[in-house]
């Protein structure tokens, strides 16, 4: 549907980067007679400072390549070939929404299964139009649980929601922990306000299995044993409260559970921690105490460490040390995993959850139960035509092997919007080209700051492409939806996103956005959000003891899960497979984003992984070898690197490759599971034993 506001010819155009990273940079992309030549980062924006990631610089290249789509298709050969034949608009929406009808008349709606997630963070392209469309079938609702769910539930059952330390107050702290994340990959914009804390005096710390790029550049780097974050936390607890370095003042005024909280971590003495995390007791005693003295410690974590069985109560955990030293009261101290709740756009009038009956919803990560253990598996009808936007399962989801066995029915009926061929859309029937973010309007919210961003198209779809919202117009009208909601335009949703009367929104209007681009929410400045304590839980202070998870079944304190697969849990299953693999993004990629950008995938080069010498002699393993990652679920083949900066037991196997640029057609999800986190319904991508041998 048309917007009334003309492209820019030439000239300058401010964006927003889509993709699923916390720092939402802020871009400009110069135009030149209708085409983009050159997209950077807003120099004026206090975060992004005038500069992006490896990857989003390659965006322009991304935008016009070689292999982007450009019209619909329609699959001819058998599926997982990729075999298509292009077709008009009219006709794949016609036939789509044939297809569509055929499976609710039969099946009924829930046999529908939408499937999307983070491929842009937009919440136009993202979660607007879209879930008008579904909800107003009656499909199943997708739990979009792959990423984040589990950090978030620990952050709120202890501090009320998923809010934290100010990115732009990290300058003033006074020790940095960067817990779990590798912040030059994962969060490259939050890396000058740690330099600024460096340049005052403050201690850089990095905990972490592997000695990634950002422990590289840290003043320590701290290999815990993976999955066990919870236990050092506690080991801290203890030496915070036997050396009285707790502040007495914030626990009483602020905290529930003290006490309690005493008491469970009485138990985790430094050599129980040691045991737990393979992490010697006077660096455990030493990085308490360090904590302890400060007076604003800044820890980052991030959502690697939550991709355990006790995920969600491992952020849970140290979310709940600087409520004992009191940190919280000082800008730039505390924790951070996001800022996103922070925001409150719309998100009732664009979803209009309203027009849906009641549904089944079923968890994104067990999409291999859903597609091939119908009923035991999800429960309700079976699952007879799959909807996937925003996101390529076929590389990215759990359990790829039983992923792949859905796909492969032939009485799935498969859409996928894409803007390129990926893995998933192989299995397509149909492939619908979808529009880049130069090319759409959209409006975000960032999980690393607090700007809301507007995106302004900078350029005229390439080819027949349409943006997300576009596409589910039409496909509601082929289908005879005539409801009201689908008639808004981009512009519309917009405003109706910007709608609302919450105080932290005050003053993010259309207008200012399309001024400035960005704008700052209605925050101090500088923002400290729980100094005078004010959590967002019932009781109004930190929980350090959960009356809410109490209720649900879990321990109402801080604890320990260890791992499924783990020696506490499955000592015979860890014998078998006695290596814990971790497949994080390679630097060049965002999971399964930029894969196919010639020159990132050249940076890359091919599939590795990266193994210890005292795992790797035994098993007669040198740098350049060719292995084989394995277990129960299923192989993939890399070459190894062997180095000293991993932990003993631990291989990295950076990731999310399209199979189809692997050696071997496979990839790390072939080895992961379906099992969910502790709370939140999260992935356990990390809690995965492997062996690996020459191949």
């Known amino acids: 549907?048309?917007?009334?506001?003309?492209?820019?010819?030439?000239?300058?155009?401010?964006?927003?980067?889509?993709?699923?990273?916390?720092?939402?940079?802020?871009?400009?992309?110069?135009?030149?007679?209708?085409?983009?030549?050159?997209?950077?980062?807003?120099?004026?924006?206090?975060?992004?400072?005038?500069f992006l990631c490896a990857k989003v610089n390659r965006y322009i290249e991304r935008t016009y390549h070689h292999d982007r789509l450009t019209h619909p298709l329609r699959r001819v050969g058998p599926k997982g070939r990729g075999q298509f034949e292009p077709v008009s608009w009219d006709e794949a929406l016609a036939?789509?929404?044939?297809?569509?009808?055929?499976?609710?008349?039969?099946?009924?709606?829930?046999?529908?299964?939408?499937?999307?997630?983070?491929?842009?963070?937009?919440?136009?392209?993202?979660?607007?139009?879209?879930?008008?469309?579904?909800?107003?079938?009656?499909?199943s609702r997708l739990d979009r649980t792959i990423c984040s769910t589990a950090g978030a539930a620990g952050m709120r059952m202890t501090v009320?929601?998923?809010?934290?330390?100010?990115?732009?107050?990290?300058?003033?702290?006074?020790?940095i922990l960067l817990w779990g994340t590798n912040t030059l990959t994962a969060n490259p914009h939050l890396w000058p306000f740690v330099l600024q804390a460096r340049e005052k005096g403050a201690p850089v710390i990095c905990i972490d299995p592997i000695r990634t790029r950002t422990a590289r550049q840290c003043d320590e780097w701290i290999g815990i044993r993976p999955g066990t974050d919870a236990a050092l936390a506690l080991g801290m607890m203890h030496v915070l409260f036997a050396e009285n370095l707790q502040d007495d003042d914030f626990l009483a005024r602020h905290t529930i559970g003290a006490d309690q909280l005493r008491s469970r971590a009485a138990e985790w003495t430094v050599e129980r921690a040691s045991a737990t995390t393979g992490i010697a007791a006077g660096v455990i005693e030493a990085l308490a105490r360090r904590y302890g003295r400060a007076k604003n410690a800044f820890i980052r974590v991030n959502y690697g460490l939550q991709r355990h069985a006790g995920g969600g109560m491992a952020v849970r955990t140290i979310a709940c040390l600087p409520a004992i030293t009191g940190?919280?009261?000082?800008?730039?101290?505390?924790?951070?995993?996001?800022?996103?709740?922070?925001?409150?756009?719309?998100?009732?009038?664009?979803?209009r959850a309203d027009a849906s009956p009641p549904v089944r919803t079923i968890n994104m990560i067990r999409l291999g139960d859903a597609l091939t253990l119908p009923h035991a598996g999800v429960g309700g009808p079976p699952v007879k035509a799959l909807v996937v936007y925003n996101s390529n399962p076929g590389a990215v989801a759990p359990d790829l092997n039983a992923v792949r066995r859905g796909l492969a029915r032939e009485d799935l009926f498969t859409v996928v919007l894409e803007h390129f061929q990926t893995d998933t859309a192989d299995w397509a029937d149909y492939v619908l080209p979808a529009t880049t973010q130069l090319e759409h309007w959209d409006v975000h919210l960032a999980y690393g700051h607090h700007y809301a961003t507007l995106n302004r198209p900078a350029i005229a779809p390439i080819g027949q492409a349409l943006p997300?919202?576009?596409?589910?117009?039409?496909l509601a009208h082929a289908m005879g939806l005539s409801q009201p909601w689908f008639e808004d335009d981009d512009l519309s949703l917009i405003r109706q996103a910007l709608d609302t009367d919450q105080p932290k929104m005050r003053g993010v209007t259309f207008e200012r956005l399309m001024e400035h681009g960005w704008v700052r929410l209605n925050l101090p400045r500088p923002y400290a959000p729980f100094s005078n304590g004010e959590f967002l839980t019932p009781s109004g202070k930190c929980e350090l003891y959960s009356e809410r998870m109490a209720q649900m079944g879990l321990d109402p304190l801080p604890a320990y899960i260890p791992p499924y697969e783990s020696p506490e849990r499955d000592a015979a299953l860890v014998a078998q497979w006695p290596l814990t693999l971790i497949s994080s993004p390679?630097?060049?990629?965002?999971?399964?984003?930029?894969?196919?950008?010639?020159?990132?995938?050249?940076?890359?080069?091919q599939p590795e992984c990266i193994i210890h010498p005292d795992d790797a002699a035994p098993r007669g393993i040198r740098?350049?070898?060719?292995?084989?990652?394995?277990?129960?679920?299923?192989?993939?083949?890399?070459?190894?690197?062997?180095?000293?900066?991993?932990?003993?037991?631990?291989?990295?196997?950076?990731?999310?490759?399209?199979?189809k640029f692997s050696r071997d057609g496979r990839n790390a999800n072939q080895t992961t599971s379906q099992r969910e986190t502790d709370m939140g319904g999260g992935a356990t991508f990390y809690d995965n034993q492997v062996e690996v041998a020459l191949a």
């Open 586 to 605: 390679a630097h060049q990629f965002l999971n399964s984003s930029f894969v196919n950008v010639d020159s990132l995938r050249r940076g890359v080069g």
């Open 623 to 659: 740098t350049g070898d060719e292995v084989e990652i394995r277990n129960g679920r299923g192989a993939f083949t890399v070459t190894a690197r062997v180095e000293d900066g991993i932990r003993r037991g631990v291989v990295w196997a950076p990731s999310v490759w399209w199979t």
């Open 95 to 139: 036939d789509i929404a044939k297809r569509l009808a055929e499976v609710i008349s039969t099946h009924g709606a829930e046999a529908i299964l939408p499937y999307s997630y983070a491929g842009t963070m937009g919440y136009l392209q993202g979660e607007s139009m879209d879930r008008r469309f579904f909800h107003t079938l009656g499909a």
């Open 327 to 351: 940190h919280w009261r000082h800008a730039g101290g505390g924790v951070q995993l996001s800022t996103s709740k922070n925001f409150s756009y719309n998100v009732t009038a664009l979803h």
């Open 160 to 175: 009320g929601a998923n809010i934290g330390a100010d990115t732009e107050s990290v300058g003033d702290a006074d020790l």
């Open 468 to 474: 997300n919202t576009e596409i589910f117009r039409r």
């Open 1 to 50: 549907m048309a917007t009334t506001l003309p492209l820019i010819q030439d000239g300058t155009v401010r964006g927003a980067c889509p993709h699923d990273c916390p720092d939402t940079c802020a871009i400009i992309t110069t135009v030149e007679h209708g085409r983009a030549v050159r997209i950077q980062g807003d120099p004026d924006h206090p975060v992004t400072q005038g």
